[in-house]
């Protein structure tokens, strides 16, 4: 994964200063590495029986679209609070550098339907915490979290504990 690592750079001081935004536009606009990520995503879940790709706003779209669509699943975005036109479930959160709020719609996942949940990075784990705490509201079973980018030093995985996990690059 060392070449896909050497495709997103770092932005200092984004979107606050002392952050390093790890952006990954620099991947996504080489083809073959972007085709790369996504096969290997297909490659990790084929055998899970996911039902539902669950995907964070809003650059988890971009990876969990066609996951969904290579797995045969349906998709479903999480938004940020004030997104989504129909009813909702919500869940407030701790980001590394603030507060937000996730909403689901309330018909977005039924019960007992295996759940995979995708976004391009797993920080400290809220924003994804959170959104298992949805899939779970609304009867669903998270059968794993899928993530491009793991930064290993935010110690993101312990709000996910009890959760399979797979991230293609990780930044110790």
């Known amino acids: 994964m060392e070449h896909l690592k050497q495709l997103i750079r770092d932005i200092p001081d984004f979107p606050i200063p002392g952050i390093i935004f790890k952006d990954i536009t620099t991947l996504l606009k080489d083809a073959h590495a972007f085709g790369h990520v996504v096969d290997r995503l297909v490659d990790e879940y084929r055998d899970h029986q996911v039902d539902v790709v669950v995907a964070i706003e809003s650059r988890g779209f971009i990876f969990g679209a066609p996951l969904a669509y290579k797995l045969n699943a349906c998709f479903v975005p999480v938004r940020k609070f004030g997104k989504l036109p129909a ?20 018909d977005a996942i039924q019960e007992g339907q295996r759940v995979l949940i995708v976004d391009d990075l797993l920080a400290t784990g809220g924003t994804a915490r959170a959104t298992a705490e949805l899939v779970e509201t609304l009867g669903g079973h998270v059968v794993g979290f899928a993530f491009v980018v793991e930064l290993c030093f935010l110690s993101g995985r312990e709000k996910l504990a009890g959760y399979s996990i797979f991230s293609l690059i990780q930044y110790e």
């Open 87 to 106: 009813q909702t479930v919500t869940k407030e959160y701790a980001l590394e550098y603030g507060t937000s709020t996730l909403e689901m719609h309330v």
